[in-house]
């Protein structure tokens, strides 16, 4: 008899298991229902695009609308608007929609203004963000943040995952401050949104004057790619499409600051690219010597085009390049951003005369003019290895204080 109790506790036990393991990620918008009292009798101004649906497929917009005396006063768009189909870089007009004012925050201003601002008792941020540094959906949180403070607003952050898991960490903190770097974090920053929120406060970049909350994400594991959550992937920008593609983004987006085709204006930007001087058998056997972890490369050959809300004449348009083909064999292994360095290191030796640098540009991307000048001056891997790492122990000893899960 005992026995049996006993055969039959474990089975309850491991079904018990089973059913949390396979527990569907919860977003932060998935549990407003359960943080009612901060939306309650309040007029909201919602920083939002496309990617902000619930686990049924609604829109945050619809979500709050069907919550009883809630209203939605105001709609700020970042970069791409708030239906996320502008061009990379288009700048965006403030418009109306279904009566509600659409504010752009990425034209004019890149903060909401007291104007902007004068219907609304508390602002909600939820948007998708990839985990790079220079994905601009970050930055614009952060303004948004100065302004809430700035107004005595309060400020509520639906957190999302980090789509590249939050275990890997890596790359310079930026040394200056951009649109696509404000503070000093590193490329891969392994945070979710809403603890870089908690982090620009709690390390005084942003007034610890903020009322600021976070509804968290249930069910969540920092080990967690996105495709590992059982949430339903929706590009976050035109050149987004896929998890492949932000897996290799913190890497290969450092393209943008040369005269290398980057993908865009392909189906595949980011995972492919070259140029026509490229000779793609002699770049991928350099490339091979290298023996980068977690990735190989692929012989390719494309015709970037310009395709209506991807790109603005993209490089090399309609001219045949001689590249490579991002494999990604091992992610766990995988270092996005240093392959990315290194790689155009690569490039350097290999093209000197034809590899241009875009250098206010680049060096807005890596955070630093040190990395193109150590690559123009020839520097070693070892030397290129503890400029990509400047600042990095620093962060992480910071990070850690701001964790939330």
Known sequence: ??????????????????????????????????????????????????????????????????????????????????????????????????EIPVYSLYGKTKKPNSEMLKNVDLLVFDIQDIGARFYTYVWTMSYVMDAAEENNIPLVVLDRPNPITCKIVEGNCADT???????PIPVRHGMTIGELAKLFKGESWISSNLDLTIVPLQNWKREYWFDQTELT???????????ETATVYPGMCLLEGTNLSEGR??????????APWIDSKNLRNHLESLQFDGVSFTDTTFIPVTIPGKAVRPKFENKKCNGLKVIVDDREKYKSYQTGVFLINALY?????????????????????????????????????????????????????????
């Not at 204006?265 to 070259?274: A, L, N, S, Y």
Request: with cysteine; hydrophobic share 40%; charged share 25%.
């Open 233 to 243: 992937f929706t590009a976050p920008s035109p050149n987004m499409p896929n998890l």
């Open 349 to 405: 030796q290999l093209y000197p005369g034809q590899l241009e640098f875009k250098r206010k540009h680049f060096d807005r991307l890596a955070g630093s003019s040190k990395i193109r000048r150590a690559i123009l001056g020839g520097s070693s891997k070892e030397e290129l290895k503890t400029l990509i790492s400047l600042g990095l122990d620093s962060f992480k000893q910071k990070r850690e204080k701001n964790l939330l899960y």
């Open 177 to 183: 401050s951009t649109f696509v770097g404000r503070f």
């Open 265 to 274: 204006g392909t189906d595949k930007p980011f995972i492919i690219f070259g």
């Open 1 to 98: 008899m005992q026995v049996r109790i006993i055969k039959w506790i474990c089975f309850f036990l491991l079904i018990s298991l089973l059913s949390t393991s396979a527990q569907t990620v919860k977003t932060g918008l998935d549990r407003v229902g359960s943080y009612y009292h901060l939306f309650e009798g309040k007029r909201l101004g919602i920083v939002t695009n496309h990617t902000a649906l619930n686990a049924k497929g609604q829109h945050i917009t619809d979500v709050f609308k069907d919550m009883k005396n809630v209203t939605v006063a105001a709609l700020f768009g970042p970069e791409h608007g708030v239906r996320g189909n502008a061009a990379d870089g288009q700048k965006i007009e403030s418009e109306t929609e279904a």
